[in-house]
């Protein structure tokens, strides 16, 4: 089975700062998707970015960025120049290749930016 | 309009109450998902659907049904709710996986309290 594990449960950053949340995950699988979603207060559920695991490169969505090892299992993510609407509780996923009949998420990070 | 609608928004019922919660979606995905948020445990798979004949149980299951009534509709009924079905509980589609890694859409959610 697949898990994927956040282990900050709250962040906190202030405004135009830069603030980087944890992820990893555990899997057998070679070739997978990773995605971090965005949960601000209204609780809609807003895909942030996603990195293939046969890239090597890094993906990069204007001011949020991943940095992901691969034989390491992790994924974080990287919000440069944080802004008062990117406060919101942010979840890690893994998903395997090929399926695409579930997600595995995270217990999710709430960030909090301070003005 | 969204492009995957769930209703109602927000659900108090009693104990023993049968409930259903309804989602339709305009994106032409062929699958659907209902998860089920709760704090410090994040979203998890209760049913997932790949079309109109194909139900499938996820990690928690137990205390619901599902209904796909048509390729845009899929339904969750919880058939005698108690107070822990008190949870954010999610609709989302997929493309089919061998288009591409393009994640989920999801529902704005909806908040059931079970009293």
């Known amino acids: 089975a697949q898990t994927v594990t956040q282990s900050q449960p709250e962040m906190s950053v202030q405004e135009a700062e830069t603030v980087t949340l944890s992820c990893t995950y555990d899997?057998?699988?070679?070739?997978?998707?990773l995605f971090w979603y965005k949960q601000p207060p209204s609780r809609q559920m807003i895909l942030v970015i996603r990195?293939?695991?046969?890239?090597?490169q890094n993906a990069t969505e204007n001011r949020f960025s991943v940095n992901f090892q691969k034989a390491a299992k992790s994924f974080s993510l990287k919000i440069s120049d944080s802004q008062l609407g990117d406060t919101a509780m942010y979840f890690c996923?893994?998903?395997?290749?090929?399926?695409?009949?579930?997600?595995?998420f995270g217990t999710g990070t709430s960030l909090t930016v301070i003005p | 309009d969204a492009d995957v609608t769930q209703t109602p928004r927000n659900r108090i019922t009693k104990t023993g109450k049968r409930i259903m919660l309804e989602c339709s979606q305009t994106?032409?995905?062929?699958?659907m998902y209902w998860y089920r948020q709760d704090p410090g445990l994040g979203l998890r798979l209760i049913y997932y659907?790949?079309?109109?004949?194909?139900?499938n149980k996820g990690e928690i299951s137990d205390g619901y049904s599902v209904s796909r009534q048509a390729q845009a509709k899929f339904s969750l009924s919880l058939e005698s709710a108690i107070p822990n079905q008190t949870a954010l509980y999610f609709c989302?589609?997929?493309?089919?996986?061998?288009?591409?890694?393009?994640?989920?859409?999801f529902g704005s959610g909806t908040r059931l309290t079970v009293v």
């Open positions: 996923a893994f998903m395997r290749q090929n399926t695409g009949n579930q997600f595995y």
């Open positions: 659907s790949f079309d109109v004949k194909d139900i």
């Open positions: 994106k032409g995905h062929d699958r």
């Open positions: 899997t057998s699988e070679n070739n997978y998707y």
């Open positions: 990195q293939e695991a046969y890239k090597q």
């Open positions: 989302a589609t997929s493309d089919s996986p061998f288009a591409g890694p393009s994640g989920y859409t």
